[in-house]
């Protein structure tokens, strides 16, 4: 059950003027070029050519793992879902997947702004086939919904600390009576044990987060992987915790003007800054007279 506290932001005044998101450590994983670029002001575009569907994809997902709860029975923010007469428990879910994917729209506004209805909803139709079986299903009810259903969490919490420089949005806040456990909710493929490197790092920077602003010791997290229904809980170990405050050490250099190399395996093919990238390079070549 979701609950929401009445500001979505715990931390300090310095929630106006935090510069470094916790998403700019995953950028910077990704390339730490992206950061750069986004630095400058320069925008990415929303939509990647060709990439639509992914993204609808992903918000579709992502707004389903906000509803685990519904699926299961249990109490959204609105009370209990009313079951129609006749409606199976199979059904049910695949009805409330449909429920949510019509309020994407709304929701997502302006991610979707200019994304054919057409295309919304053939993607719509498509996850749910996919998702919403009964092993899917079950894979839900056996995972994270147990303690989700048991304590409740707080979507989309943004945590900030000024110490630390950093802020971040914790999709889920999970409280077990003193403990606080963030949870983050994927859409890609899932690792076939742990979680991927990025989640490690993303989870230690929430975790120093919660820590300075809830006082506590964060010792684990959560990755949903919600397509696969997957749930994997994750020890934050002290090397996750040095690498995040590596990685942040180095996006405030580069925030404050540094220009870094291309990650290794950066995705240059869907990248919206590739002219500016290259012209970056040719201006370096000629300057260094390669
Ligand atoms: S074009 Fe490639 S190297 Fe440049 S910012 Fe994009 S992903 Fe990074």
Redesign the pocket.
Known sequence: MSTPEESDVTGSSFAGTATINVSDLTQYL??P??VY?RAKGYEQDRIVKGKERGMIERILLKELAFNLDTLSGGKDEVGVREREDGEEEGEDARSIIDDIVDDIERIYKEELEGVKRDLIVAVKRDIVCGVGTDEWLRKVKNGLLAVEEAQGYEREQMVVSEKLGMSGSVDKLIRIDEEVIPCVIKTGRCPEFSVWRSERVQLAAYAMLIEEVFETTVKRGFVEYIRTAEFRELQIRKKDRALALQILKRVKRIKRGAFPE??VH???DT?S??AR?ETRKTLLSKLLGM
């Open positions: 990704l390339c070029r992206l670029f291309k990650g950066a995705p240059c990248c800054f590739i990238c």
